[in-house]
């Protein structure tokens, strides 16, 4: 493959791309998990807006896995993969009232705009990767736009 990347810093970006991919999927989980569970009075209102984040993460959990394949390298694709690579907790919440709910999308939102923040600069500057950087800066404005609206709620 001669795409003007070495090939071993592909792999390093494959890699750290395949650490995201586990954090979506396990976001993908707990949004789904919520707009699954939720109950209350805003019951029919959370529903809704955990179902529309949890069909935004299936695309970008897409995107992630195709990039990785752009770039010559194999998915990994099983729910052992993703909780080997992933840096998300799975969550055991006591209740299942909005707030804990959007509480806990919260922090797994943030904990992933962390990892795409520190990786943008490494993936154009160490590895010559600007077209994953480019992609990975498009999902940090997208989460952060989902943090945005989650943190909104809580007020």
């Known amino acids: 493959m001669n795409i003007g990347i070495a090939e ?20 993908f989980t707990k949004t789904k998990n919520a707009h699954w569970n939720v109950e209350g009075l805003d019951f029919y209102e959370k529903h809704q807006l955990f179902d529309n984040q949890a069909n935004q993460l ?3 959990i897409d995107s992630v896995a195709e990039r990785i394949r752009t770039l010559g390298f194999v998915v990994p694709a099983s729910l052992k993969a ?9 969550t055991a919440l ?13 922090s797994a939102h943030e904990i992933i705009i962390i990892q795409l ?7 154009a500057d ?30």
């Not at 923040?117 to 993936?123: D, E, L, Q």
């Open 58 to 60: 299936a695309f970008t």
């Open 117 to 123: 923040r520190s990786n943008i600069n490494v993936f």
């Open 94 to 106: 006591v209740t299942n009232n909005s707030t804990e709910f959007i509480k806990d999308l919260l």
């Open 8 to 27: 071993n810093n592909r792999k390093k970006v494959a890699d750290e791309l395949s650490k995201l991919l586990a954090n979506e999927y396990l976001l």
């Open 82 to 90: 993703f909780l080997a690579l992933t840096s998300l907790q799975e």
């Open 126 to 155: 160490s590895y010559n990767d600007f077209g994953s950087s480019d992609f990975i800066t498009g999902l940090l404005q997208e989460h952060e736009k989902t943090a945005w609206i989650l943190r909104t709620l809580l007020k």
